[in-house]
């Protein structure tokens, strides 16, 4: 770090999609704004450069869950907002000529099993009762669900505009580089402690006046933050480019994201080279939120994914990539975005896995709240929401095991009954779902 600049305006602690983006709207409402961004290791290592690459509308907290909290008009108003966010980064991808491989072709998740079913109907019919419509998301016939992903076995799916694939690692590291024009990224520089006034990393400290933490599943690494959030570690696989003949019979004509409607979440998408790109859960969480480069590597549960995805998939495929790594859970399930004058601290993060385009908002309502402006985003339900702290150990480890289990146990039963399960629904209620 360079001494001569050791005294900003503005810091903010990680260099993936939450702290670039506010670093980016930050600098181009107020260029004469001193900003430093600090990163432990290089811009995008962290669930920015390694995700699924759905940049979704999705939202883990449910209408019902907001509307209990902040009215129906509220949880409308997030969701509304979350689906903007897929349009309007799309847009700046475009105005900004962003490397991403963007393809705006909505989601559509499967229901192969009655169940699944009864919860696409479900699912659909509570959008209806806040007033989504069927260009927001709709049920799709059996006909309809194998035209998009022509999976066997599939009784329907929903379908829902709001989502677009793309190369997460392309877009963080290009819009790094955008922003490196602009205003100094510090990587290879850990940050060990937010203290008033000053940052501390391994390398000296950096006097600030506000500080921006946006570290997402890495949070626990910093002083006092073990129990903000839980590292939650999601793994994927790729494949070999697949023949044109393939995908005439796969389907994803549009580079649909795809998953099914099971407990434990899987996620996947054609990429713009060719390949199918499938992750999912099911790693363990480790316990005292311990984040490790090992713990990337599950090869039983790169088993499971690569058995998965050829169960969902017409095609012969092979296998040529396999990585993984932390996101960011708190403890109800709720993303969050904030910013408290009085300490000088801001804060986002906890997106659950759908943290592309959540980022992007965040990091716009970031720079709105540090300028002090008064806009429509900085009143939505999200801002300012306070999590409770996850468990402290071993209530924490046994707690995110046995809900892991828990869910796989439950998939298990509704393959072999045909019948929903109650765990899971018990199990969901207890984490906070």
């Not at 700046?92 to 109907?121: F, K, M, Y």
């Not at 300490?343 to 540090?370: E, M, P």
């Amino acid at each position: 770090m360079d001494p001569a600049r050791r005294v900003v305006d503005v810091a903010i602690v990680g260099a993936g999609y939450t702290g670039l983006w506010t670093g980016y709207f930050l600098h181009r409402a107020d260029p004469g704004l001193r900003i430093a961004i600090l990163e432990a290791e290089v811009a995008g290592f962290g669930a920015s450069g390694r995700n699924g690459g759905w940049c979704s509308g999705l939202y883990p907290v449910s209408l019902p869950r907001l509307a209990a909290a902040h009215g129906p008009d509220q949880a409308v108003r997030q969701y509304r907002a979350m689906h903007a966010a897929v349009a309007e980064l799309g847009a700046l991808i475009s105005d900004e000529g962003l490397a991403a491989d963007w393809a705006h072709g909505g989601t559509v998740s499967l229901a192969r099993s009655v169940p699944q079913l009864d919860r696409a109907r479900a699912e659909v019919a509570e959008a209806r009762e806040f007033g989504f419509g069927e260009d927001d998301l709709r049920l799709l016939d059996p006909a309809e669900a194998r035209q998009r992903l022509a999976a066997p076995g599939v009784l329907g799916g929903v379908f829902s505009p709001h989502c677009a694939a793309l190369h997460p690692a392309k877009l963080v590291r290009s819009l790094a580089a955008r922003v490196a024009d602009r205003l100094p990224i510090y990587e290879r520089t850990p940050v060990l402690a937010i203290e008033p006034g000053r940052v501390r990393t391994a390398h000296g400290d950096l006097r600030t006046d506000l500080t921006i933490r946006a570290t997402e599943g890495f949070t626990p690494t910093l002083q006092g933050e073990t129990r903000t959030v839980a590292p939650v570690y999601s793994l994927m696989v790729a494949t070999a480019p697949l023949t044109e003949e393939a995908w005439q019979r796969i389907g994803l004509a549009d580079r649909e994201t795809f998953s099914d409607l099971r407990h434990l979440i899987i996620y996947g998408q054609r990429t713009a080279d060719g390949r199918l790109a499938f992750g999912g859960r099911g790693a363990p969480y480790h316990f005292g939120s311990r984040i490790r480069p090992g713990y990337d590597q599950v090869p039983p549960v790169f088993a499971a994914l690569r058995r998965t995805l050829h169960d969902l998939v017409p095609a012969e495929l092979t296998f040529s990539h396999q990585w993984g790594g932390p996101l960011g859970v708190s403890r109800d399930w709720h993303p969050a975005v904030g910013f408290d004058r009085s300490t000088g601290r801001g804060w986002a993060g906890g997106y659950v896995g759908d943290g592309v385009a959540a980022s992007f908002l965040a990091g716009r309502t970031l720079a709105d709240l540090v300028l002090g402006r008064q806009t429509d985003r900085c009143t939505l339900p999200w801002v300012n929401h306070r999590s409770p702290r996850w468990e402290p150990e071993p209530l924490r480890w046994l707690g995110a095991n046995l809900g892991l289990r828990a869910m796989t146990w439950a998939d298990d039963r509704e393959r072999r009954t045909g019948r929903p399960s109650g765990l899971a629904r018990l199990t969901e209620r207890l984490l906070g779902r």
